[in-house]
C-alpha cells in the first residue's frame, strides 16, 4: 500500500495531549511505557499534521469523582487514591494491583483520571458539534472494571464517555482494532440495545484477557449487539483486512449510530513484545481510514489509543492515524529533525517476512470460521 493512496477528506480535528500524560511510569521494566504519548504527538507535530488549519491540541483535563462514579465503585475509587498516595489497602490483590500487571505507583490515580478526563473531553467536544473527531492517544484503557484494575488499565475510559453519551440520548458503535478483546467496555454494555461493542483480536486462546469468543453476544434488550471477531496469532494485513471488511461496515450501517467511538491499539503490529499478530503501520492506517469513511456517514467520531508496546510502530501507527482524521496526506520518510524511539526511518514498515503458505491457510481459515460465525449468530438480529 502507498500512503499516499489513503482517501482523505478533511475534517475538524482535535489533539488531545498535555506532556504531563507521558510523565508518569508503572516501572522500568513493564512493557507500558507512557512516554509513547510523547513520541507520537511529537512526530504528528513534526510531520505538520498538527498544523493544519483545522486541526487544533486541546489539553485534558482530570476526571472528577462523579466522571469516575459512571462505571467504577466508590471504595475502588478511593482504594486507587489510597494507593496512589502511598498509602496501605489491605485488599489491594482483590482490586487487582500488585506485582505483573498493575503495579502501584506514587500518582498513578492522577495519570488515570487525565486520561479518562481526556477522553470525556474528546466526547464532549464531539457531541457539541465542536470537532467532527477528537483523538486521545491516552485513553482507550479498555480493560478495567468497575472494581478491579485490569491488563493495565485501572479507569475504563471509553465506558466513561459513552455512559455520559448514552445518558445524552445518543446510540453509539465502538469499533475496538486492539490486540486485546475489548472485555471491560463489552462488559459494560452487554445487555445494553444502545450501545454495539464491535472488537477484532486475537483469540482468547492465545492471548490475555481469555475472552472474545464469538458466542459472547449480548443478553436481554442487547442480545446481538456484541460482536467478537477472534483471529488466529500472525493474521497478517490482507487476512486481517477481508475480517474487517465483512464484518464491520454491514454492522455499523445497520446499527445507524449517531457517533462512532474507536479503540485504536497498534499492539496488533508486527513487532510488537507481547501479542502475535503481524499488521504493519500501513495496515493499520488503512484500517482507520476504512473507520473513518464508517465515521463520516453519522458525523461523529470519537477515537482513543489503546494497547502498543513497540515504542517505534506507536509513535507511527497514531501519528499516521491522526493524519487520516485530519484529512492530511502521509508522507514517505519521517521528518529530518524528528528524534524519536529506533525503528524504521519512513511511516510504513518494510516488508515482514512471509509465512509459509500452509500456516496462513490455517490462519486464513481460522479469520473465516469467526466471520460466518459472527454472520450466523448476529447479523439476522439486524436485517443482514
Not at 35 to 57: D, N
Not at 173 to 192: E, L, M, P
Request: aromatic residues 10%; negative net charge; contains cysteine.
Amino acid at each position: 500500500m502507498i500512503l499516499k493512496d489513503l482517501p482523505g477528506k478533511s475534517r475538524r480535528a482535535a489533539y488531545i495531549y498535555t506532556s504531563t500524560m507521558s510523565g508518569h511510569s508503572y516501572g522500568e521494566s513493564h512493557p507500558m511505557k507512557p512516554i509513547r504519548l510523547r513520541y507520537a504527538f511529537e512526530l504528528a507535530k513534526a510531520a505538520g499534521f498538527l498544523s493544519v488549519s483545522e486541526s487544533h491540541v486541546v489539553e485534558p483535563r482530570a476526571a472528577t469523582d462523579e466522571d469516575l462514579r459512571l462505571f467504577h465503585e466508590a471504595d475502588y475509587i478511593s482504594a486507587v487514591k489510597a494507593l496512589s498516595g502511598g498509602l496501605s489497602v489491605p485488599d489491594e490483590f482483590a482490586y487487582g494491583f500488585g506485582p505483573g500487571d498493575n503495579p502501584v505507583y506514587p500518582g498513578m490515580f492522577e495519570a488515570h483520571a487525565l486520561a479518562a478526563g481526556g477522553t470525556m473531553v474528546a466526547a464532549e467536544l464531539v457531541r457539541k458539534g465542536q470537532v467532527d473527531v477528537a483523538f486521545n492517544p491516552a485513553g482507550g484503557l479498555h480493560h478495567a472494571l468497575p472494581r478491579r484494575a485490569s491488563g493495565f488499565c485501572i479507569f475504563n475510559d471509553p465506558v466513561l464517555a459513552i455512559k455520559r453519551l448514552v445518558d445524552k440520548g445518543m446510540r453509539v458503535v465502538y469499533v475496538d482494532i486492539d490486540c486485546h478483546h475489548g472485555d471491560g467496555v463489552q462488559y459494560a454494555f452487554y445487555d445494553s440495545p444502545r450501545v454495539m461493542t464491535i472488537s477484532l483480536h486475537e483469540s482468547g486462546r492465545f492471548l490475555f484477557p481469555g475472552t472474545g469468543d464469538v458466542s459472547e453476544s449480548g443478553v436481554g434488550d442487547g442480545a446481538g449487539c456484541s460482536v467478537n471477531v477472534p483471529l488466529a496469532p500472525y493474521t497478517d494485513d490482507e487476512i486481517y483486512a477481508r475480517a474487517f471488511d465483512e464484518i464491520v461496515p454491514p454492522l455499523v450501517r445497520a446499527f445507524k449510530p449517531d457517533l462512532l467511538f474507536t479503540q485504536l491499539g497498534i499492539d496488533t503490529h508486527y513487532g510488537d513484545p507481547i501479542t502475535h499478530l503481524r499488521l504493519t503501520t500501513q495496515g493499520f492506517a488503512t484500517t482507520v481510514s476504512k473507520l473513518a469513511t464508517l465515521a463520516d456517514e453519522c458525523g461523529r467520531w470519537v477515537a482513543a489509543g489503546g494497547g502498543g508496546y513497540d515504542l517505534s510502530a506507536v509513535a507511527r501507527g497514531w501519528s499516521m492515524a491522526y493524519a487520516i482524521m485530519c484529512g492530511v496526506e502521509i508522507p514517505e520518510q519521517l521528518p529530518a529533525g524528528y528524534r524519536g524511539p529506533d525503528g524504521p526511518g519512513t511511516f510504513a514498515d518494510p516488508p515482514d517476512e512471509l509465512l509459509d503458505e500452509d500456516i496462513r491457510a490455517q490462519i486464513r481459515a481460522f479469520a473465516d470460521y469467526s466471520v460466518q460465525e459472527v454472520k450466523r449468530r448476529i447479523f439476522p438480529k439486524h436485517g443482514l
